[in-house]
């Protein structure tokens, strides 16, 4: 069953001089469980088309189904609560609320999907145990290096139960062990627990873990490659 | 909620210098603010204090005819029942009567004009305290048949103490008015006004003059907070009718309440200026920490968080500083005030020349109202809630997609 259904999507910028196509009409499916990796050169239209998926940004043309709802006909407030209840996000540099503990950044979804107390301090437990963050918990993002972040920003984009994980370039800002370390852990979760996860990537390393990948060139699909 | 007033108060503390210079721009703010409306309610108070006190009485209780045409034949007797009717409202503290009238002073060749004031001796110790005023002799006492005289009118007339004054005048309904009276003593006001023509007698001593019987010219009431004055005022109209007028401070000088009104409006505008620097100061930094963390808006809002909940959060953030540039502020005034209240400031120079010269004191009094503190605490931290707004606003029309590249 598709989890997310893309149907005849695009994002037109009208420039000044010229209009620019950053997603130029494109029609895919993605699966349940699948772990997908968008690659393409820079300024191909990954992040954008990553951002029309995600809710993030509203498309020119075309429909996004997410479990058969069309994403963008949601109005402001359901479309955030949508993706609060929907979708996992994890960025490039992780983007952590800096005031919070790793702890408390990862209830911090929870909280807004109103889990009770004791509920939200067993899944943190357990999804900061599986980042391998367990003995990191009471630190705050600036103590923690930019892998452990990333890690703590998996849990966080985990910890709402999403349909699906979009992650923008999670490894652009990681040392190769880090990488190494992030990739092993979100495979791990793609196999054990089924989760979908969605990337956008130029990493080689993180293109030859994914068991599809998706070549985006000019806003349009080039190539669609299942392992 | 609770985890929102967290989160704020958290994010406040992220630059801790920014947060700190903020709270002392509101802390100053309000600290020089409530200084100057102390001061300026203080010098309001001690200039109706001092015409309260030398001239009008907070109150004054005079025949109907009395304030049009201020003749010895619009007088009255201070009957029982009036006396009861004024001494029912429990904001009056003191009655005493007077006898005011003109006459001539004379002594062997030199006479001037000048005004004559039958007093109670014992009773107005407690409201213009002319005791304290005497520079030489003694003060008058009950039943005394002599006079005090103020000092320049003394010194035109060459007399001192002991000598004897000459007061000729018009008496009840066109009688002559005379008589000769020891000079008891010599009274140096802080008003020049006052020096130059004033003559203190026993009430009945000035009663006999003007051959009225036991009328009085009005009824000085004094009451024991100024600003009981409306209430009074009001019990009192309801009370007392025709042939009675009562009339307050305000109504015998208006032109003293129109330069307090017009001194206010000017303090205001000062004020304004004060509120405005504070205004941007606040908003500056308030729009420099939204700049700084549109991307983290941005997160906020894409990972789920509703734009209510964090504009609350932002909108806290902000009443955080203003409460505790207010309460700061508020709290150190306390004492500051509470030094310059006890410790009126001598003025010197041609501050106090004038001051003088107008019959006031040459001090800088400062006042000890509630409103002089909550009115600065109030209007700061409105300011503060309405830049409150700003992020509020900024999240609300926060793109998500551009946020997040910020």
């Not at chain 1, 001089?17 to 009409?25: K, Q, T």
């Amino acid at each position: 069953m598709s989890v997310i259904e893309i149907k005849n999507l695009y994002k037109i910028y009208d420039g000044s001089e010229v209009e620019v196509r950053a997603v130029n009409g494109i029609n895919l499916n993605i699966e349940e469980g699948e772990f997908t990796a968008i690659v393409g050169p820079s300024g191909s239209g990954k992040t954008t088309f990553l951002n029309l998926v995600g809710g993030l940004d509203k498309p020119t043309d075309g429909k996004v189904f997410v479990d058969g709802i069309d994403v963008w006909s949601l109005k402001s407030r359901k479309l955030i609560d949508f993706r609060l209840h929907n979708i996992g996000f994890v960025f490039q540099s992780y983007n952590l609320i800096p005031v919070l503990t790793a702890k408390e950044n990862v209830e911090f979804i929870m909280q807004l999907q109103g889990w009770s107390r004791k509920d939200r301090i067993k899944r943190t437990g357990d999804l900061l145990k599986a980042v391998g963050l367990a003995d990191r918990m009471d630190s705050r993002p600036a103590k923690l290096s930019g892998g452990q972040q990333q890690r703590v920003a998996v849990a966080r984009a985990l910890a709402s139960k999403p349909k699906f994980v979009l992650a923008d370039e999670p490894t652009a800002n990681l040392d190769s062990k880090s990488t190494e370390n992030l990739l092993d852990i979100m495979e791990k979760l793609n196999q054990e627990e089924k989760i979908t996860f969605i990337f956008s990537t130029h990493d080689a390393r993180v293109i030859k873990k994914a068991r599809r990948v998706i070549t985006i060139e000019d806003g349009r699909i080039l190539k669609d490659e299942t392992k | 909620m609770k985890s929102n007033l967290r989160l704020a108060w958290r994010n406040l503390w992220r630059n801790k210098r920014r947060t700190l210079i903020t709270v002392a721009s509101i802390f100053f703010g309000v600290l020089l603010a409530t200084l100057m409306s102390s001061m300026q309610e203080g010098s309001y108070s001690s200039m109706i204090n001092n015409i309260v006190k030398f001239y009008s009485g907070y109150i004054q209780v005079q025949h109907e005819d009395y304030w049009d045409t201020k003749t010895i034949n619009n007088t009255f007797v201070p009957t029982d029942s009036l006396i009861d009717e004024i001494t029912s409202v429990t904001e009056v503290t003191l009655i005493t009567p007077r006898l005011e009238s003109f006459a001539l002073a004379s002594s062997e060749e030199i006479t001037r004009g000048c005004m004559v004031i039958g007093i109670d001796p014992e009773k107005e110790k407690e409201v213009m305290d002319i005791g304290k005023w005497v520079s030489d002799g003694v003060y008058l006492e009950q039943n005394d048949r002599g006079v005090l005289v103020g000092f320049d009118l003394a010194k035109y007339l060459e007399l001192s103490v002991g000598d004897t004054l000459v007061l000729i005048g018009q008496g009840y309904h066109g009688t002559t008015a005379a008589g000769v009276f020891p000079i008891r003593g010599i009274l140096k006001f802080p008003s020049p006004e006052l020096n130059k023509q004033s003559i203190y007698l026993e009430l009945k001593t000035a009663q006999e003059f003007y051959s009225v019987d036991q009328q009085v010219t009005f009824m000085v009431l004094m009451l024991e907070d100024q600003y009981d004055l409306k209430k009074a005022m009001r019990k009192l109209s309801n009370q007392i009718a025709s042939p009675y007028a009562v009339m307050t401070w305000e109504d015998m000088h208006p032109e003293l309440l129109q330069m307090v009104e017009a001194d206010r409006a000017g303090a205001l505008i000062m004020k304004a200026i004060l509120y405005i620097i504070i205004a941007f100061g606040v908003l500056g930094t308030i729009m420099m920490l939204v700049m700084e963390r549109k991307r983290e808006m941005g997160v906020m809002v894409a990972i789920g968080m509703q734009r209510s909940k964090l504009s609350w959060i932002l909108f806290f953030e902000t009443i955080y500083i203003g409460l505790i540039g207010v309460i700061a502020g508020f709290t150190g005034s306390i004492p500051l005030i509470a030094y310059f209240y006890h410790n009126p400031i001598p003025l010197t120079g041609d501050a106090a020349r004038t001051m003088e010269e107008m019959g006031i004191e040459p001090l800088m009094y400062f006042s000890w109202l509630p409103s002089v503190f909550y009115n600065q605490v109030i209007t700061v931290f409105i300011i503060t809630a309405l830049i409150a707004l700003y992020p509020v606003i900024t999240s609300y029309r926060l793109k998500v997609q551009l946020a997040l590249k910020a």
